[in-house]
């Protein structure tokens, strides 16, 4: 045995790049980019890949190009290029890289023999850590992209319902245009009848008292910054419409508003001598842009049987939408002009029919015609809807006949009283027959006079419901987005701590390291200066291993349990592969052996070549060894490495694992290491606490 020169530095730096290879190579990847065959050949030049212990991909390359010098002249630093990375850690490539840089000068500057192998002790760790904060935030980035998924999906539900709502609703106005539509036809075909047979022109007699251009103007109405008023001119023709609707927009604050109005008259027949003959009803309406509004004015005039006039509604719209609150303000301030002009009766037969809505049934045209019946529509003085329809039958005798009970039912409702329709179809029943007692001569139109102000207040407090039920609402998110901020800080702070307590925790295993490297450092220059060379004579198990090995003799280590796991090392002292086979075998012939979940082993002693001559000596050929996990992924070759770095030979350790159920994640590796290191202490393979960096100086 020889000490290298002092200043070999190619043969120091090829030495570390085997230690490298047997320390990488079979977990990572170790890469030769060039590896000169003598000194003036370039430089050493070679790459490392490492990965961290995680579910997801978290491994980076690192390229080394080591110049003349290194590693005894001091003032020459490899070149170290993080070359790439995985997602997880690529934006740390620049840190680790300097990480590295910087601890390969701290080794060179401690006389470490093998700078870079120490200087990648950490990097693993930080790899996992690395790729375990990845996977947390990809985690919580695949949350939040499937919370906008769910967010997506009810925004798309909530705008097809709305557009099926606001369908159902266009078809209903156009059933009902279409219904008002076949009644003007109707009409009109009338007219021409009656006109085809007469005279004169319809309408051409007009009393000397009606001034289409004499407007009446009626007290305004002012709700949401939306102001109403109602105009009314007497018209017998259309030519009395025409000039009326003109004389009206000469006003340039008419101009400026929404104009809907509706007409009626008697169209008449010139029969001789001042004469004239009915024909029926001529009216029309229009909206002007306020969707329906016409409409409900040409039902009020129908329903209240005025005639011979013309309604003009005026909106001056202040911003605010008002829903269907806007059609009672206009049919308001509509009724309260016909009524100041005396064209209606107050409070005569129109009690529900315009505001609220009357719809026939069936109609009888005689007394064998069947019964009549009819629904009504009736809304509460709310700004949330809050309105039922009633049908009612009504048998012959009624109203005479105290016995003939009209037949009440609460059809359908809004959301705000649907709850309440039964009660409100018995109250409008025993209305009824009290009013039939008292001999009323409109018992279903007294019994109905209450049911108004009950449903404003089923809707007043059905909207304080929803007010206080939106309160809480919101304070629950409140207290929900509270909570959750205060969550996210306490986990930050958790992880923060967590983050400081593992950088600790992997400082104090590097320094652990490295007072390990630097003790073996020593050890080896004193056996390279010939000075301890009777100290490894038959200290432990780090020579040759006696010729009277038995290898069917193997030794048991302590158990370790671990989270209902559990680990315990075997021990064989072997020269050959026929040892291993013996030894393996005769461990297997243990039933506890067996049913072990793993057994992961690793094994290394020296090869040798029989000499002649009288001493018969033999010459070293190397190192012979293997590993093999058994399905444990990882666990052979960190048992080979601990054989390699500790400097075991002539052994064979088994590390077997019954699992517990508990997934231990990296922690696994660590208790193997642990219960294999102490078993090879114990049977005094190697020295306690030894942890050696590269191959043995030969």
């Known amino acids: 045995m020889y000490s290298m020169p002092r200043r070999d530095c190619l043969a120091i730096q090829l030495e570390e790049a085997d230690a490298l290879r047997s320390a990488y ?41 080591l110049p003349k010098g290194y590693p005894l002249d001091l003032g020459v630093i490899p070149e170290v290029i993080a070359a790439e ?3 997880a850690v690529c934006s740390k490539l620049k840190k680790l890289q300097e990480l590295i840089v910087g601890n390969i000068w701290t080794q060179l500057k401690g006389g470490y023999e093998f700078p870079i192998l120490a200087a990648l002790a950490p990097v693993k760790d930080l790899l996992t850590k690395c790729g375990e904060a990845w996977e947390v935030k990809e985690e919580e980035r695949e949350k939040r992209k499937a919370e906008a998924i769910e967010r997506q999906k009810a925004e798309a539900h909530r705008a097809e319902l709305m557009r099926k709502e606001a369908e159902k609703e266009y078809n209903a106005w156009a059933d009902q245009m279409a219904a008002i539509q076949e009644r003007k036809d109707e009409l009109d075909k009338e007219t021409a009848r009656a006109k085809s047979g007469s005279k004169g022109k319809r309408g051409n007699k007009t009393p000397r008292a009606v001034d289409p251009t004499d407007w009446k103007e009626g007290e305004p109405i002012t709700q949401m910054k ?6 009314l001119a007497f018209v017998e023709t259309e030519e009395d419409v025409d000039i009326a609707l003109s004389t009206l927009k000469r006003s340039h604050k008419i101009l400026r508003a929404y104009n809907m109005y509706a007409y009626r008259f008697k169209t008449r027949e010139s029969n001789g001598r001042d004469k004239s003959a009915d024909l029926g009803y001529h009216q029309d309406h229009d909206s002007d842009g306020e969707g329906g509004a016409g409409t409900k004015l040409q039902e009020l005039l129908t329903l209240t049987g005025a005639e011979g ?5 005026s909106r001056w719209y202040g911003g605010i939408h008002m829903g269907p609150l806007r059609f009672k303000l206009i049919n308001r301030a509509a009724r309260q002009i016909l009524e100041d002009e005396g064209v209606i009766v107050p409070g005569a037969h129109h009690a529900y029919d315009p505001e609220v809505g009357f719809m026939w049934l069936h109609r009888p045209a005689g007394p064998d015609d069947g019964d009549v019946a009819y629904a009504i529509t009736i809304h509460g003085e709310t700004d949330v809807e809050a309105d039922a329809t009633f049908m009612f039958t009504l048998p012959k005798g009624y109203p005479l006949d105290l016995d003939a009970i009209p037949e009440v039912i609460a059809a359908e409702g809004s959301e705000a009283v649907c709850s309440k329709l039964k009660k409100l179809q018995e109250l409008i029943v025993g209305n009824i027959w009290t009013q039939l007692k008292g001999g009323y001569e409109f018992p279903i139109l007294a019994a109905l006079a209450p049911v108004k102000d009950l449903l404003t207040k089923f809707g007043m407090a059905w909207e304080a419901e929803e007010e206080e039920k939106a309160k809480r609402e919101a304070e629950a998110r409140a207290q929900k987005k509270v909570s959750e901020r205060e969550k996210a800080l306490e986990r930050e702070k958790a992880e923060a701590e967590q983050a400081e307590e593992m950088q600790e925790e992997a400082e104090k295993e590097y320094n652990d390291w490295a007072s390990q490297m630097a003790a073996m450092q020593g050890r080896k220059e004193e056996f390279r200066k010939g000075n301890s060379k009777s100290a490894f004579k038959g200290k432990g198990r780090a020579t040759k291993a006696p010729k009277t090995a038995d290898p069917s003799d193997l030794k048991e280590g302590e158990p370790i349990t671990e989270k209902k796991s559990k680990f315990q090392a075997h021990l064989a002292f072997v020269e050959s592969e026929d040892d291993v086979d013996i030894a393996l075998n005769t461990l297997k012939q243990s039933h506890k052996i067996l049913r072990a979940t793993h057994n992961m082993y690793a094994y290394r002693f020296k090869m040798k070549e029989e000499g002649g001559g009288k001493d018969s000596k033999s010459a070293d050929l190397g190192y012979h060894q293997d590993h093999d996990s058994d399905g444990e992924g990882g666990a052979g070759t960190k048992l080979q490495e601990l054989l390699t770095l500790t400097g075991a030979e002539g052994v064979l350790v088994v590390v077997s694992r019954w699992y517990g159920g508990i997934h231990l994640g990296p922690l696994r590796f660590k208790l193997i290491n642990r219960v294999a290191r102490q078993i090879l202490e114990d049977e005094g393979a190697i020295d306690p606490g030894a942890h050696h960096g590269g191959k043995k100086s030969k």
């Open 309 to 313: 006039v013309l309604v003009v509604v």
């Open 25 to 65: 190579d079979p977990e990572v990847g170790f890469m030769w980019l060039h590896r000169p065959a003598s000194p003036d050949d370039g430089d050493v030049a070679y790459a490392i890949t490492i990965h961290g212990e995680t579910d997801v991909e978290a491994d980076a390359t690192f390229m080394f190009t």
């Open 226 to 231: 939306s102001k109403f008023q109602a105009h």
């Open 85 to 87: 990375g995985s997602e």
